[in-house]
């Protein structure tokens, strides 16, 4: 089989979709247990870090996104999209790494990392899709991605149901995570 121009295009456009679902499932799965896992780590070890970090994280998170975002399109006549994905996925993996050993520096640290990645990651992708389509499938293509990414949504739904129902343990406040638990989760 050939890779016309246009199935070159599709290629592109559905790895570019599989991509962004699996980091947004990771995402949104991330977003909806952080607090809980926080408070977990801080009920067991008050001293690593406070028991309402993801709130203080988030703020980090969301502020250094809505700041980059101003920036972020300037940059993409310097920088080529697949560096903006990779750093941007680089960003993210940072972020979920800083729970095998967490520290609260390293923490709103890499929220703000992830916030910048987030905002590298939504304009790269755009830039990737724009610079792998043409005027007469660009529309088709950024439907096929969006629909292939934010299957995300689903997917991170069948994980939150796995989560919370088969691997979870009920404390005192809520719902808590031993370490090995919070070390599967973020790997």
Not at 36 to 51: F, G, N, R, Y
Not at 61 to 69: D, E, K, M
Not at 83 to 94: C, E, I, Q, R
Request: charged share 10%; aromatic share 16%.
């Amino acid at each position: 089989m050939e890779l016309t121009p246009r199935r070159h295009e599709l290629l592109c456009t559905y790895l570019l979709g599989i991509g962004t679902l699996f980091l947004y499932t990771g995402y949104s799965l991330q977003q909806f247990i952080g607090e809980s896992v926080i408070h977990s780590i801080h009920e067991k070890s008050p001293d690593t870090i406070s028991a309402y970090a993801g709130y203080y994280g988030a703020a980090f998170h969301l502020s250094a996104f809505a700041l980059c975002t101003l920036v972020t399109p300037s940059l993409q006549h310097f920088v080529p999209s697949k560096w903006f994905l990779t750093l941007a996925s680089a960003l993210f993996a940072v972020y979920y790494l800083g729970f095998f050993h967490l520290n609260k520096y390293y923490f709103y640290l890499t929220q703000a990392l992830m916030g910048i990645g987030y905002s590298f990651y939504n304009n790269g992708e755009g830039q990737y899709l724009s610079e792998h389509s043409s005027r007469r499938t660009i529309e088709s293509n950024t439907g096929i991605e969006t629909a292939v990414g934010h299957a995300s949504m689903f997917f991170g739904g069948i994980a939150l149901i796995v989560l919370c129902f088969l691997l979870h343990t009920e404390g005192g406040n809520g719902i808590e995570y031993s370490d090995l638990q919070i070390r599967l989760v973020q790997g």
